[in-house]
């Protein structure tokens, strides 16, 4: 059995729509489940998760260097 889940900090609804149907593709009860734990924020709200994470991930850079490149340090800190 594989189960997975991870932690995701989203800008908008758009994104969590999308990880919710990329989980439904991944899965195939009950031998593979994937699951997305989603919330709307910036990347900061990892940090306020007290969770431990096997991987951090960013993405939807939406042209805004400055923000991503803050966001990416934020993850690396994880």
Known sequence: MYRKTY???CDGQQE?????HVASLLKIFPER???FNTTRGSADRLTKNYTEYDNAFLFDHDFKDIKFRQNIIICEQL
């Open 7 to 9: 932690f995701c900090v």
């Open 16 to 20: 969590e729509m999308y990880l919710r």
């Open 33 to 35: 489940v994937v699951a």
